[in-house]
C-alpha cells in the first residue's frame, strides 16, 4: 500500500512570546484536519506542538507535493492565525509569507517534510520536531545514524544495511544539490554536513534498494522573506528497523546535545535539547533549542501512537549537559561563539548598523 506521510508546520502565534502554542489554535487545526479526514482527503493525521509552532502530521494517498494537501495546511494555518489574531498571540501568522496560496506551499514560509512509501509489514517511523533552531540542525544526528558505525552497529553486522546509505545535501544559499554515498564519501561529505549554516540535509536513501529512508524541512526563513522573521524550526522524518537503523540507533544522536544556530532571536548557538512534548516550551532566553520525537506505527495509513520517545528518563542526563552547556554558553554574552558569526547576522540589524559606521571606518596603514 502506497502512504504518503507529511508533516508541515508553521510558527502561527507564540503563547506566552515565543515558548508554546495556545490550545485554542491547536484545537482549531485538528477541527479543520478532521473535516477533511472525513472527506476522504486524509487517511489519519496529528496535530501537535514544538515550542510556539504548530505541527501537522497527515497521511494520505495524494503522493508528495500535492497541492490540496498544501492548499488543506495552508487554510489551517490561515485559519488559526485568526484564532492567534483574537488572542493577540505574539507573532500571530509571523511564518505566513504570502497572502494568498499558489498551489505550493513550499517558498511561502511554513516547513514541509514528505515522504511516498510502500508501507512494509511493520513500518515504525520516528518524527523529529524542533523550535528555535534552523534546518542544518538535522545534518549531525543524520549523519550518525546513518553512517556512523560507533551510533548504530547495524551498519557492521545487519546485512541489510552493510551496504550503506546515499545522503542528499542542499546548498540552501546557493540553490545547488548533491548525493554523496557513505561509507566511501564520507569524508567529503562532511566537508558539506559540518557547515549547516550553509548545507543541510535533504534526505537519505537505501542505496542497494534506493528506498526512502529520512527526510528533512530544508526551508530557511531569512532566506525567503529577505529579513529576519523567526529561525527555520525543522521537522525531520526518520523510517526505522528492518533496512533502516533501529528505533534505539535513530535516538542516539540525541543523547549528545550538540550545538546548534538559533536561540534567542534566531542569532545565537545553543545546546539541542531532546525533551518530551510537555517540555518543548522554551523559554529560558527563548531556549535552549528543543527537539521532540514522536513515534508512530503505521497500519494502512492510520497514525499507531504517538509515544513521546523523548520522554525517556534515558535522556535525563542530556537534558542535564545541555543546561550545563548553556549557563557556558550565556556566560559569552554578544560575544562569538555564543552569538553567530556575522555572515550568519546579515538578516538582524547588523547591516544597519555596519551602514551608519561605514563613514568611520579608516584604511589601516604600515
Not at 495556545?22 to 487517511?43: S, Y
Not at 488572542?87 to 514541509?112: C, E, H, R, T, W
Not at 564520507?186 to 534498494?209: N, Q, T
Request: hydrophobic letters at 40%; proline letters at 6%.
Amino acid at each position: 500500500m502506497e502512504i504518503t506521510l507529511s508533516v508541515i508546520k508553521a510558527d502561527i502565534g507564540g503563547y506566552v512570546g515565543h515558548s508554546a502554542s495556545h490550545p485554542d489554535v491547536l484545537a482549531r487545526a485538528g477541527e479543520m484536519l478532521a473535516r477533511a479526514k472525513k472527506a476522504g482527503l486524509l487517511i489519519d493525521y496529528h496535530v501537535t506542538q514544538c515550542g510556539d509552532d504548530a505541527q501537522l502530521i497527515m497521511t494520505h494517498q495524494q503522493g508528495e507535493e500535492n497541492d490540496k494537501i498544501h492548499k488543506l495546511a495552508w487554510d489551517t494555518f490561515v485559519e488559526c492565525t485568526a484564532v492567534a489574531k483574537k488572542l493577540k498571540l505574539y507573532g500571530a501568522g509571523q511564518d505566513l509569507l504570502s497572502d494568498a496560496f499558489s498551489g505550493n506551499i513550499k517558498g511561502m514560509g511554513p516547513g514541509v517534510a514528505e515522504m511516498e512509501i510502500e508501507e512494509r509489514p511493520s513500518e515504525p517511523v520516528i518524527i523529529f520536531m524542533a523550535d528555535k533552531t534552523s534546518s542544518g540542525s538535522w545534518n549531525l544526528p543524520l549523519y550518525k545514524m546513518f553512517a556512523d558505525p560507533f551510533n548504530t552497529i547495524g551498519l557492521v553486522i545487519a546485512p541489510t544495511m552493510h551496504g550503506g546509505f546515499a545522503f542528499e545535501v542542499h546548498d540552501v544559499k546557493g540553490c545547488k544539490k548533491i548525493t554523496l554515498n557513505a561509507p566511501e564519501e564520507i569524508y567529503d561529505m562532511l566537508i558539506f554536513l559540518g557547515a549547516p549554516a550553509r548545507f543541510a540535509v535533504k534526505a537519505v536513501y537505501h542505496r542497494e534498494s534506493k528506498s526512502i529512508a529520512a527526510v528533512s524541512s530544508t526551508q530557511r526563513l531569512s532566506l525567503i522573506a529577505g529579513r529576519y522573521v523567526g529561525k527555520d524550526d525543522p521537522v525531520c522524518l526518520v523510517r526505522c528497523q528492518g533496512q533502516f537503523p533501529a528505533v534505539g540507533e535513530v535516538l542516539e544522536p540525541f543523547t549528545f546535545p550538540h550545538l546548534v544556530e538559533g536561540w534567542m532571536r534566531g542569532s545565537h548557538h545553543g545546546p539541542f535539547m531532546p525533551v518530551s512534548v510537555a517540555d518543548a516550551t522554551p523559554s529560558r532566553f527563548d531556549g535552549p533549542p528543543r527537539v521532540i520525537a514522536l513515534g508512530f506505527q503505521l497500519a494502512e495509513g492510520k497514525l499507531v501512537g504517538p509515544r513521546d520517545m523523548f520522554a525517556d528518563k534515558g535522556f535525563d542526563r542530556a537534558r542535564q549537559e545541555a543546561n550545563k552547556i548553556a549557563d557556558y554558553m550565556r556566560r559569552h554574552g554578544p560575544f562569538e561563539p555564543h552569538r553567530l558569526p556575522l555572515e550568519e547576522m546579515e538578516y538582524t540589524t547588523m547591516p544597519q548598523v555596519m551602514q551608519k559606521l561605514d563613514r568611520r571606518f579608516t584604511e589601516l596603514t604600515g
